[in-house]
């Protein structure tokens, strides 16, 4: 596994819907908990959602009841679907290990939420 290559953002408006995606071999499945982060501009990187490797999940504040985080194993896939987007959801994404590790950060997938 190297770096991670996340996709699926871009430009919504309020109340959008959007799935990011991020590949995720088998073997990292099977060895780490995982997670979605976020960095808001100006803003220090956050945690956005995890996923045990059984399966547990969790969700921060902001985006509880509006976020899903998801995996598809069989084809090393991870997802997170965030509904009814806000304004305070613009940021880059990003997939990692969680804790996360330094070296697996990529460039992450920007979302702007915008009228």
């Known amino acids: 596994q190297a770096q991670f290559v996340e996709s699926g953002g871009g430009l919504v408006q309020p109340g959008g819907s959007l799935r990011l995606s991020c590949p995720v071999s088998?073997?990292?499945?099977?060895?780490?908990?995982m997670a979605w982060y976020r960095q808001a501009p100006g803003k220090q990187r956050e945690l956005v959602a995890s996923m045990t490797r059984p399966g547990v999940t969790g969700y921060s504040e902001s985006v509880k009841g509006r976020a899903t985080i998801s995996r598809d194993v069989l084809n090393s896939k991870m997802y997170l679907q965030i509904n009814s987007l806000e304004l305070e959801d613009t940021a880059v994404y990003y997939c990692?290990?969680?804790?996360?590790?330094?070296?697996?950060w990529g460039q992450g997938t920007r979302v702007t939420v915008s009228p």
């Open positions: 990692n290990m969680r804790p996360p590790l330094r070296a697996y």
């Open positions: 088998r073997d990292v499945f099977s060895r780490y908990d």
